[in-house]
């Protein structure tokens, strides 16, 4: 019976995680964007009635309200994608020799190693993703630091 028990509590734990939870932050992503876009309409709406000679190309462009990801710039998102891989790395090396060794037992030593070099897999990717990605958008890169020095130097 606990055998069942502990299968059920199991298998509730990885449906919750792997299934339920992912549908739940994209239901709440996609509800959050159509509110933005019914905001933004109501706007443009009662901005056509008072005014019915105005552009609506125009006044969307201003109405254009930057979300909270488009705040940063594409070399603070690369710099977080490094930061994540020289995480993730550094805790994948941890885990794996901790397990290899027998210092840390949590779970069986498998289990241990295998995350370890998964997580490492993971972090070293983040980490050449990052380098690749500078080397592609460096041009992008500098376009946006100069636009940046420009609106400062206006302001």
Known sequence: MEEIIDVL???????????????VILLLTNKR????????TEILMALLEKN???DPGEVLDKLDMPS???????????LEKLLGGCICT???IVLFFTHLFGFV??????????????????????????FVSKKMLQSEIATEEKRITEQQISE
């Open 9 to 23: 509590a199991v298998v509730l734990v990885i449906g919750g995680v792997c299934i339920a939870l992912p549908l």
């Open 33 to 40: 964007k159509n509110h933005e876009i019914d905001k933004k």
């Open 52 to 54: 019915p000679d105005l």
């Open 68 to 78: 909270e990801d488009g705040k940063k710039s594409l070399k603070e998102k690369l």
């Open 90 to 92: 550094l805790i994948g």
């Open 105 to 130: 037992f949590l779970g069986d030593k498998t289990t241990g190693v295998v995350g370890g070099g998964v997580l490492t897999a993971v972090g070293i990717a983040l980490i050449i993703h990052y």
